[in-house]
């Protein structure tokens, strides 16, 4: 249908679809009811909606829960409140997502990360010094700086309630795959992570690590490939949140204008960082072997 490849329309649809699951809050969406109410097929509704989001109706639902469910428990509602007024049939259905969303139970999340086991070390690299923190399920924590101990220190201060230890031998699988990205001998850092965000920042930080290597991109063309190309600043403000430096590489966004900008862990490290990957992206260019995934 060619009213159906109009962009107006498509922009439209998403923004209505997005509306309507903001204020319904359902547990469970049907592609085929969403399709009835919205006039257009399933299939269609479901290839849209994800181009322009990154997710599929029923997971951006599931992020809606799972936020408002969040905003509720820091602002000190009960947990059991709180599981129904986000939209959770019982108790069960919210703790099923827990772990993949939170990272951690709600009681813990409530707590400040209560009852984590943090594992994390702290060694130089070719940018200063590099901090990476584990949890069982991935990275938690990744940082930069001039000396070991304000990155520890801020560990402790963002994770004050979870257990704390330095493992170096243990954390250094992670460390190494890190360092090798660093000194240019791979640039693949798709690697686990433990995070708590909001489906913005999800949606945001997804977009980030779709940049490939060697490229950058502005806030706003962030912004308009998230599909809400008035959220410049939410999305500058997502990337300044982002707590896994590289990983997530807010480094490849810059201003409007070419410049820099910002960046959380000084804008020499950014410049070298951006640096070392056109240079591994002309390598990729000249050799079909090397691997110029992001």
């Known amino acids: 249908m060619i009213r159906e490849n109009s962009s107006k329309y498509q922009t439209g649809l998403v923004?209505?679809?997005?509306?309507?699951?903001?204020e319904l809050h359902p547990e469970s969406v049907s592609l085929p009811e969403l399709g009835a109410r919205?006039?257009?097929?399933?299939?269609?509704?479901?290839?849209?909606?994800?181009?322009?989001?990154?997710?599929s109706p029923r997971e951006y639902a599931a992020n809606l829960r799972m936020e408002d469910f969040k905003a509720q428990i820091r602002d000190?509602?009960?947990?059991t409140d709180a599981i129904f007024d986000a939209g959770y049939s019982s108790s069960s259905r919210l703790y099923e997502q827990s772990?993949?969303?939170?990272?951690?139970?709600?009681?813990?999340?409530?707590?400040?990360?209560?009852?984590?086991?943090?594992?994390?070390?702290?060694?130089?690299?070719?940018?200063?010094?590099?901090?990476?923190?584990?949890?069982?399920?991935?990275?938690?924590?990744?940082?930069?700086?001039?000396?070991?101990?304000?990155?520890?220190?801020?560990?402790?201060?963002?994770?004050?309630?979870?257990?704390r230890i330095p493992d170096d031998e243990g954390v250094g699988y992670w460390v190494e795959r890190i360092i090798a990205y660093l000194e240019g001998w791979q640039p693949n850092l798709e690697l686990p992570l433990d995070l708590r965000a909001t489906a913005f920042q999800l949606k945001v930080w997804g977009e980030l690590q779709a940049i490939p290597v060697g490229?950058?991109?502005?806030?706003?063309?962030?912004?308009?490939?998230i599909g809400q190309p008035t959220a410049s600043r939410a999305v500058a403000k997502a990337c300044a949140s982002n707590p896994v430096a590289l990983v997530i590489p807010c480094h490849r966004i810059i201003r409007a204008d070419k410049r820099l900008g910002g960046y959380r862990w000084g804008i020499e490290r950014k410049r070298a960082i951006l640096e070392r990957e056109r240079q591994y992206q002309k390598k990729a260019q000249a050799s079909p072997n090397v691997d110029s995934r992001r």
């Open 15 to 22: 923004a209505d679809v997005c509306r309507y699951l903001r």
């Open 215 to 225: 490229e950058t991109r502005s806030y706003s063309e962030v912004a308009a490939a």
């Open 99 to 163: 772990d993949a969303r939170l990272g951690m139970t709600p009681s813990a999340y409530r707590r400040g990360g209560a009852g984590m086991t943090i594992f994390y070390s702290a060694v130089p690299c070719t940018l200063g010094y590099l901090l990476v923190a584990v949890t069982e399920r991935g990275i938690c924590k990744l940082s930069l700086g001039d000396a070991p101990a304000p990155l520890i220190a801020d560990l402790e201060a963002e994770f004050d309630r979870a257990e």
């Open 76 to 79: 000190g509602e009960r947990i």
């Open 38 to 55: 919205f006039h257009i097929s399933p299939y269609h509704l479901q290839r849209i909606f994800k181009r322009a989001t990154g997710i």
